[in-house]
């Protein structure tokens, strides 16, 4: 059984109430991977990558009707408010 929570958002495609849950990621601490735990030869210790199931959130959160990833959508949404080009990597 998932434990999970209503977060009080609305899904995007379908309007279902948006649920909740801690990311489960292995390494992901609040949002964000700890490279130099996974690699401590390649990474300095302040090294972090954005979680790819949270997107820097710490939560992943998902339609309850439809299951769309509502994080993603967020981390659209954050990326077009940042004045975003597509290029990630410049
Ligand atoms: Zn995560
Ligand atoms: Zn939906």
Do not use: K
């Amino acid at each position: 059984m998932d434990d999970y929570q209503l977060s009080g958002d609305f899904c995007p495609e379908c309007g279902s109430l948006i649920q909740w849950a801690d990311c489960t990621e292995q390494h992901c601490d609040d949002g964000y991977i700890r490279l130099h735990e996974l690699a401590p030869d390649w990474y300095d210790e302040d090294d972090l990558e954005v979680c790819n199931s949270c997107h820097g959130t710490g939560i992943r959160e998902w339609c309850s009707n439809c299951g769309c990833n509502y994080s993603s959508y967020l981390a659209s949404l954050a990326r077009l408010a940042f004045g975003g080009e597509a290029n990630a990597d410049g």
